[in-house]
């Protein structure tokens, strides 16, 4: 039996997941780019109305079940036990995940330390840097990775209670702090802050297109961690008790929050100093602000060592959701202990974030289809493994499971009219919706 997390606890961990790389650079970029607060209209739209759902459903199919997910697959539809018990398998997409994201962790490692002593000074020498760090330095880029991995997997070896939600309880809140602290110093930023809050709050419809729907789709289930079984591992663990509606909406609400935050001092500092919003990803964090930092003295030092850190924290308790579904699965299945789980994903993991450094690395630069690894295994993950699985497990709670006995799971939550609306929403909407963003995604 799973050791439970605190009522709070669960809300932090399962924040804490939702909360990482992803509001950092997808986020604020996207709603810049795409119509300011038109796109996070439509985003707290699809959020609500689709993504809220789905993970609703999630949290349903842990909390019956309430153990890993195959069994619980298993245990909640007997007839079809072995075919629904495929449908745990999307775990594994975490597993995937997690050997792509720990390694962009490793370099936000790497730029904590070259926080403290010089960052570069100019955009084109920071893009050689950043460069040079993933073709040509395969040490330090392995050494972090590896710093990061060992963090993580120490963190999933301790446990539910005494590993993750501690992690949680301590980095969630201190994330929190770092980014008021750099929010009260983008605010006395004058115009570059009003700036970021014009490009990001004023709206502009005419901006809003079905491809711009289907991308804010996708980036609400990446966001919440969706389809990989991250949701209902968490909630295979939840108290007595909680409810599930009101932590649903403490999770989306601060996941939304910690978003726009980094989207305001993101953008101060770009606003403040370049102006150029169109950079995304890796090039807005380690090119665009490394150099902003740098313009500030001592005083970007200290920036830069929050930020990166705060990024770290948002990553790590991010991370280890996605190697907890698959260790609680082999902890059940071969009856072995937590460490020796955890030492046969390792390895696995292990080898994928290596092949991945090496995808970039000139002189391997180890492709597959003529792409890095590294974007292949990104590609699979966030555009297929993650909406198939988001569309499955809401086919199952919506036509598997039966009616009754979700409706008393959520009865005490909701009323009956909100929930013949809910799951009509997750019987009839979610997989034409979500399937229209994977059509669309092969098509394009
Ligand atoms: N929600 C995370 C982010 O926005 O960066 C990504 C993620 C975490 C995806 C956990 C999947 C997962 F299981």
Same mark, same amino acid.
């Given at each position: 039996?799973?050791?439970?997390?605190?009522?709070?606890?669960?809300?932090?961990?399962?924040?804490?997941?939702?909360?990482?790389?992803?509001?950092?650079?997808?986020?604020?970029?996207?709603?810049?780019?795409?119509?300011?607060?038109?796109?996070?209209?439509? !985003?707290?739209?699809?959020?609500?109305?689709?993504?809220?759902?789905?993970?609703?459903?999630?949290?349903?199919?842990?909390?019956?079940?309430?153990?890993?997910?195959?069994?619980?697959?298993?245990?909640?539809?007997?007839?079809?036990?072995?075919?629904?018990?495929?449908?745990?398998?999307?775990?594994?997409?975490?597993?995937?995940?997690?050997?792509?994201?720990?390694?962009?962790?490793?370099?936000?490692?790497?730029?904590?330390?070259?926080?403290?002593?010089?960052?570069?000074?100019?955009?084109?020498?920071?893009?050689?840097?950043?460069?040079? +760090?993933?073709?040509?330095?395969?040490?330090?880029?392995?050494?972090?990775?590896?710093?990061?991995?060992?963090?993580?997997?120490?963190?999933?070896?301790?446990?539910?209670?005494?590993?993750?939600?501690?992690?949680?309880?301590?980095?969630?809140?201190?994330?929190?702090?770092?980014?008021?602290?750099? +929010?009260?110093?983008?605010?006395?930023?004058?115009?570059?802050?009003?700036?970021?809050?014009?490009?990001?709050?004023?709206?502009?419809?005419?901006?809003?297109?079905?491809?711009?729907?289907?991308?804010?789709?996708?980036?609400?289930?990446?966001?919440?961690?969706?389809?990989?079984?991250?949701?209902?591992?968490?909630?295979?663990?939840?108290?007595?008790?909680?409810?599930?509606?009101?932590?649903?909406?403490?999770?989306?609400?601060?996941?939304?929050?910690?978003?726009?935050?980094?989207?305001?001092?993101?953008?101060?500092?770009?606003?403040? !100093?370049?102006?150029?919003?169109?950079?995304?990803?890796? @090039?807005?964090?380690?090119?665009?602000?490394?150099? +902003?930092?740098?313009?500030?003295?001592?005083?970007?030092?200290?920036?830069?060592?929050?930020?990166?850190?705060?990024? +770290?924290?948002? @990553?790590?308790?991010?991370?280890?959701?996605?190697?907890?579904?698959?260790?609680?699965?082999?902890?059940?299945?071969?009856?072995?202990?937590?460490?020796?789980?955890?030492?046969?994903?390792?390895?696995?993991?292990?080898?994928?974030?290596?092949?991945?450094?090496?995808?970039?690395?000139?002189?391997?630069?180890?492709?597959?289809?003529?792409?890095?690894?590294?974007?292949?295994?990104? !590609?699979?993950?966030?555009?297929?493994?993650?909406?198939?699985?988001?569309?499955?497990?809401?086919?199952?709670?919506?036509?598997?499971?039966?009616?009754?006995?979700?409706?008393?799971?959520?009865?005490?939550?909701?009323?009956?009219?909100?929930?013949?609306?809910?799951?009509?929403?997750?019987?009839?909407?979610?997989?034409?919706?979500?399937?229209?963003?994977?059509? !669309?995604?092969?098509?394009?």
């Amino acid at each position: 039996m799973q050791d439970k997390f605190s009522k709070i606890g669960f809300v932090l961990a399962m924040a804490g997941s939702a909360v990482g790389l992803g509001n950092a650079w997808k986020f604020p970029t996207m709603v810049g780019n795409n119509g300011g607060s038109a796109f996070i209209v439509l !985003y707290l739209v699809l959020t609500f109305g689709i993504a809220f759902v789905a993970f609703l459903a999630e949290l349903s199919i842990g909390k019956l079940g309430e153990t890993d997910p195959v069994h619980s697959f298993e245990k909640l539809a007997p007839k079809y036990k072995k075919q629904w018990s495929m449908a745990g398998f999307f775990m594994i997409g975490g597993v995937l995940i997690a050997s792509f994201y720990l390694l962009v962790i490793g370099w936000i490692l790497k730029y904590i330390f070259l926080s403290f002593s010089s960052l570069p000074s100019t955009t084109d020498e920071a893009g050689a840097a950043f460069g040079n +760090l993933i073709t040509n330095d395969f040490v330090s880029s392995a050494m972090c990775f590896s710093i990061v991995f060992f963090i993580v997997f120490y963190v999933v070896s301790k446990g539910i209670k005494s590993g993750i939600e501690k992690l949680n309880v301590w980095m969630m809140p201190s994330l929190f702090i770092l980014l008021l602290i750099m +929010l009260a110093y983008s605010l006395t930023m004058g115009d570059g802050f009003f700036k970021a809050a014009e490009f990001l709050f004023v709206p502009d419809f005419s901006k809003i297109t079905p491809d711009i729907v289907l991308q804010a789709l996708g980036l609400a289930f990446f966001s919440l961690s969706m389809g990989v079984c991250t949701v209902p591992t968490y909630a295979a663990s939840l108290p007595d008790g909680a409810n599930l509606v009101k932590s649903t909406l403490s999770i989306i609400f601060i996941n939304i929050l910690v978003g726009i935050m980094m989207g305001l001092i993101v953008f101060t500092f770009v606003f403040a !100093y370049s102006g150029d919003t169109t950079q995304g990803g890796p @090039g807005l964090i380690f090119v665009s602000l490394a150099t +902003l930092f740098a313009k500030l003295g001592v005083v970007g030092n200290v920036l830069a060592v929050a930020f990166f850190t705060s990024l +770290l924290f948002a @990553g790590i308790t991010s991370a280890v959701s996605m190697i907890e579904p698959f260790t609680f699965y082999l902890i059940n299945k071969l009856k072995i202990s937590r460490k020796r789980a955890l030492v046969y994903i390792a390895i696995f993991v292990y080898s994928l974030g290596i092949i991945c450094i090496l995808s970039f690395y000139e002189p391997t630069s180890f492709k597959l289809l003529g792409k890095p690894f590294f974007d292949i295994l990104d !590609y699979l993950t966030s555009n297929l493994i993650m909406p198939v699985g988001a569309i499955t497990f809401s086919i199952f709670v919506g036509f598997v499971l039966k009616k009754e006995g979700i409706y008393i799971l959520f009865s005490g939550f909701m009323n009956k009219t909100m929930f013949e609306i809910w799951y009509f929403l997750l019987r009839f909407v979610i997989p034409v919706a979500v399937l229209a963003i994977m059509i !669309y995604q092969i098509l394009k």
